[in-house]
């Protein structure tokens, strides 16, 4: 078992960042919208030591155009995170954070 470094990048911060302001807005609920964006962050750190042990992105969307090192997980109810693992650098980068139902293919595309 490795003991990666996750690293949750700038996009995956504003996509967490704006699940919290869509909870707070639509229920003004800043508290559950507070705690909902620490658990996917700390579901996130949960990468540190099981990155190598999630499915690839590619086999359960289906999807053709993705690069086959992208790997999804949930860190929190239902919402999916995508990473990709950089064994060279011991690193863990959390790509996105979506809610379930969302388009993974829009999120993965270069447009």
């Known amino acids: 078992m490795t003991d990666y470094e996750v690293v949750?990048?700038?996009?995956?911060?504003?996509e967490i960042l704006a699940i919290g302001q869509y909870i707070?807005?639509?229920?003004?609920?800043?508290?559950t919208a507070r705690k909902t964006m620490v658990n996917i962050a700390?579901?996130?750190?949960?990468?540190?030591f099981s990155a190598d042990s999630f499915p690839f992105v590619k086999n359960r969307f289906e999807l053709t155009e993705v690069v086959n090192d992208y790997q999804y997980f949930m860190p929190y109810q239902h919402y999916f995170g995508i990473f990709y693992v950089d064994s060279s650098e011991?690193?863990?980068y959390v790509t996105h954070?979506?809610?379930r139902g969302?388009?993974?293919?829009?999120?993965?595309?270069?447009?």
């Open 8 to 14: 949750i990048t700038a996009i995956a911060q504003k």
């Open 24 to 31: 707070n807005d639509q229920f003004k609920r800043p508290d």
């Open 42 to 48: 700390k579901g996130a750190n949960k990468l540190r």
């Open 90 to 92: 011991n690193k863990v």
């Open 97 to 99: 954070v979506f809610v």
């Open 102 to 111: 969302q388009n993974v293919g829009s999120l993965l595309s270069d447009d």
